[in-house]
């Protein structure tokens, strides 16, 4: 699952704050691509809100095309570490996580990571508790 992608990418990032319709920040991004630990995939990346650097770790875990993931980012998760379970095909994995608000039901997180032709995008999207999902982040990258 994504060996080939193993090495380090450049890119743009787009935040989104109401949706794919709402208003958008654009920043550089940059993303390494690793296999670690016999086999997981980790993902690391950086972008720039405001002026502040961000940045942000994936470890993906795939077993015949169940994938788990652990994911943790300076801007989106608080101090957990969010655990998201999906599925994992060739180019394309799809993780789904949660987690808890002040006021309410917990909300969703679904992180798809795609790799189309030269591009790796790592898209994600926030999941209200009715199961509505609104785009958050789309990260689209290229080799350096």
Same mark, same amino acid.
């Given at each position: 699952? /994504?060996?080939?992608?193993?090495? +380090? !990418?450049? %890119?743009?990032?787009?935040?989104y704050f109401e949706g794919a319709d709402g208003p958008m920040l654009e920043s550089p991004s940059h993303l390494t691509v690793a296999?670690?630990?016999g086999g997981f995939l980790q993902l690391s990346y950086d972008w720039i809100y405001e002026g502040n650097p961000k940045q942000g770790l994936i470890?993906?875990?795939?077993?015949? %095309?169940? *994938?788990? *993931?652990? !994911?943790?980012? +300076? /801007?989106?998760?608080s101090k957990q570490v969010m655990g998201c379970v999906g599925a994992a095909e060739a180019n394309v994995v799809n993780v789904k996580g949660s987690y808890t608000v002040a006021e309410g039901p917990d909300w969703g997180w679904r992180i798809h990571l795609e790799l189309r032709g030269a591009e790796l995008r790592l898209t994600m999207f926030n999941i209200s508790p009715d199961g509505q999902e609104f785009l958050a982040v789309l990260a689209v990258h290229h080799r350096v």
């Open positions: 699952m /994504f060996e080939q992608c193993a090495g +380090s !990418w450049v %890119g743009a990032n787009r935040l296999i670690v630990i470890l993906i875990g795939d077993d015949s %095309g169940k *994938a788990t *993931a652990a !994911w943790v980012d +300076s /801007f989106h998760a």
